[in-house]
């Protein structure tokens, strides 16, 4: 549960890469031991003084494509590891996933068409830190060690589980490792790379992402884009007030307790001014992007009550963005071969019954799906099923579950999973286009002085939405129309 009290604008301090440090961390701290607080302060400070991982130019086209999104006008597909492992920064299998989502992107173009460009963004590059229920976890031997919060910050053996600064300044060269295989691409003539692959985390690591800010211009030169999670979206919290003064575009993990007050108050926070004094530009379009990921059957219940207050608040348009994967995960026991390993998968079928669902319920509202999250991976993994759990009880199989922390979609998965997706989207374009279309109305259904003959600018379903909101019945407006 997260607070539902904001701290008033007027009441906030003026923003800095390290304002959030007077704001409450509520969860997900890394706790690092007092004997390595030394040598943490030494390793921001070298990380502070290195040159960009992206450069703010490249933000800036990002932010634009993100605006693009929410109007409706292209389409941003997200996707990589749950957590990026060091061990896999290599050619072959940084190379597996950007084939694999220049062949998403290839399959969404033809779909969506060329009016509605695709904009191509790798969860790499900087995935290396994550969040989990638990800080601490107690092993088979009654040990009490820290959980493994990914490789920027300890190792998942349970001898390497003490958080080490010195992680971060390794995290940093696998990232420029990986962002030189990205950018060398675009300039291979041997391979068809067609369009840059952007970078995205999520900003967890608060110290860490502090010292990758320029503080004049605002931006986090470590990622294109980065998201807040749902455990660290707290309205009073330090992530938050991290996020709110970035230039990068900022994307919100909202799960299925999330209230539409909770979300007015993150546009409004993260949207706004600065501080109290006025007159800076903010309120851009898709500066914010929300991200549901709700689990199945949940979003014809969570969504309507937060599109509708959207709609009512005046604020910018923030892009929708589907994550199917992490409110449709659980944990399955593999049984006396794997000697009863419990681990952690996902049913593809079931994710893609929340797209459309969440599709679907946008469509209701007039608004259409900016883009697509997804923990997916080129290799081919066994970690996603749609069968149960049968998959785990050969040994074979279960060499191929690699992820270091949730299942991904594997590279077949992963491409099956959007050509569904893109057909499910152009089903809604095209209800959408026909809606509009039926929504001109003609001067003789529409109450005013409309000269006969002259089409009316008055569009059914808007009015009909903003009516409903208010509670004035439609039809009883229109007469019998």
Aim: glycine share 8%.
């Amino acid at each position: 549960m997260h607070p539902s009290t904001d701290i008033p604008l007027t009441q906030r301090r003026a923003w800095s890469p390290t304002s959030w440090q007077s704001s409450p961390t509520h969860a997900q701290q890394v706790l690092y031991p007092p004997h390595t607080h030394p040598l943490l302060a030494i390793t921001l400070a070298r990380l502070a003084d290195l040159p960009p991982l992206v450069n703010p130019s490249t933000i800036d086209t990002v932010r634009s494509n993100h605006a693009a999104a929410a109007r409706g006008e292209a389409f941003l597909l997200v996707g990589g590891d749950c957590a990026e492992s060091f061990d896999d920064t290599t050619d072959a299998i940084v190379g597996l996933k950007m084939d694999l989502l220049n062949r998403q992107a290839e399959v969404l173009e033809r779909a969506l068409g060329e009016k509605v460009p695709v904009h191509v963004t790798a969860r790499l590059a900087g995935q290396y830190s994550k969040p989990r229920s638990q800080l601490m976890e107690t092993l088979v031997d009654g040990r009490t060690v820290h959980a493994f919060r990914g490789h920027n910050v300890n190792g998942a053996s349970a001898e390497d589980r003490e958080p080490d600064p010195r992680k971060l300044l390794h995290g940093w060269w696998h990232a420029l490792a990986v962002l030189h295989k990205l950018s060398s691409s675009l300039m291979n003539t041997d391979k068809k790379q067609r369009k840059p692959i952007y970078t995205a985390h999520e900003a967890l690591h608060l110290p860490l992402e502090t010292a990758l800010t320029t503080p004049t211009t605002r931006y986090n030169t470590s990622a294109a884009f980065l998201w807040i999670g749902e455990r660290t979206r707290q309205l009073d919290g330090a992530h938050l007030e991290y996020a709110r003064g970035l230039r990068n575009p900022v994307g919100v993990k909202i799960g299925p307790t999330t209230t539409p007050e909770e979300v007015i108050a993150v546009l409004t926070l993260l949207s706004g001014p600065l501080d109290s004094k006025e007159g800076e530009e903010r309120g851009e379009e898709g500066k914010v992007t929300l991200i549901p990921r709700l689990g199945v059957d949940k979003a014809s219940i969570v969504l309507p009550p937060i599109l509708r207050a959207i709609q009512a608040s005046g604020l910018p348009a923030p892009v929708w963005m589907c994550d199917p994967c992490h409110g449709n995960t659980f944990a399955v026991d593999t049984g006396p071969e794997n000697n009863g390993a419990v681990v952690k998968t996902r049913c593809p079928t079931t994710m893609l019954r929340e797209v459309e669902q969440v599709i679907e319920v946008l469509g209701e509202f007039g608004v259409q799906l900016g883009g697509l999250h997804l923990e997916q991976t080129g290799e081919d993994v066994v970690e996603c099923v749609d069968k149960g759990v049968l998959f785990l009880s050969s040994s074979s199989s279960s060499e191929r579950y690699k992820s270091l922390c949730d299942p991904r979609l594997s590279g077949s998965q992963a491409l099956e999973f959007v050509e569904k997706v893109a057909e499910m989207l152009v089903k809604a374009r095209a209800m959408g286009e026909e809606t509009e279309k039926q929504g001109v109305v003609e001067d003789e259904k529409v109450v005013g002085g409309v000269r006969e003959g002259q089409t009316s600018l008055i569009r059914v379903p808007l009015l009909e939405r903003a009516l409903r909101f208010f509670r004035v019945p439609f039809a009883g407006l229109l007469g019998n129309a």
